[in-house]
């Protein structure tokens, strides 16, 4: 249980990472395929054979969301105006010795990674709720 919960999380922090990534198939889908992989036997060209059928029916590749491609063209303007009004409060002072070609990179870079985690964590407890749903009707 603890394995599958670090691989969750795991999952959820590296698709919140720019670049290409791919949305794995639901612990549910994976236990099945491993039952019906483990009843082939000894048989290697069958167990192959689950396996690529298997991943070519659930594992695709995930596409950019317009929440990212927003928050990515909101944040910059938004970090300067935080950055000018934070130098003006007394205790934020210190933020004047941040330049601004760091500051505002880094608050973009944060901002869509925490959109893209939140969207992921709404995504996966949705997914739970529905399985868990599926599993009471049965």
Known sequence: ????????????????????????PSN?????????????????????QIFVDFISRTVSLNKPQKMTLITGLVTPPAA????????RVPALKI???????????????LAIISAQVSRNVLHRRMVRRNEQRGQQNT
């Open 1 to 24: 249980m603890i394995n599958l919960s670090l691989n969750d999380l795991n999952s959820t922090f590296n698709s919140a990472l720019p670049g290409k990534h791919y949305d794995v």
């Open 80 to 87: 300067m105006v935080a950055k000018k009004a934070g130098e």
């Open 95 to 109: 933020i004047k010795v941040v330049p601004d070609v760091l500051f505002v990179p880094t608050a973009t870079f």
């Open 28 to 48: 549910q889908e994976i236990k099945k395929c491993y039952d019906e992989w483990t009843a082939a036997g000894d048989n290697a060209e069958k167990k192959k």
